[in-house]
């Protein structure tokens, strides 16, 4: 937003010379353009960085989430081995041959 100040003493003359000059406006109007220009940038940016966010955050979850699936796969599966020997070893000891 553009703050107006108002003119005052000889600044008047100025002012009301731009005013009817069209020079006024026209300043006023490119400021108005590049502070549209620097919102669109900062949208186009933040857009962007949060997409990045998103494909950086979702590798880092994938290769999280493998890990820690690898981890108790094994985990799991040591369990398994170790139920399913003390299971045969217990048959064994109760059938001898």
Known sequence: MV??????GHQVAKYN?????GQL????????FAERAVQANLREQTAEA???????GFQQGMVKGMEEG???????GMEKGIEKGFEEGQ???????
């Not at 703050?3 to 005052?8: E, M, N, R, S, T």
């Open 70 to 76: 690898l981890e108790k796969g094994i985990v799991r």
């Open 17 to 21: 010379e731009m005013r009817e000059d």
């Open 3 to 8: 703050d107006v100040a108002i003119p005052k």
């Open 25 to 32: 406006f026209s300043w006023a109007e490119s400021v108005e």
């Open 50 to 56: 949060r997409k990045i966010g998103l494909e950086k």
């Open 91 to 97: 048959e064994k000891k109760e059938r001898p041959y």
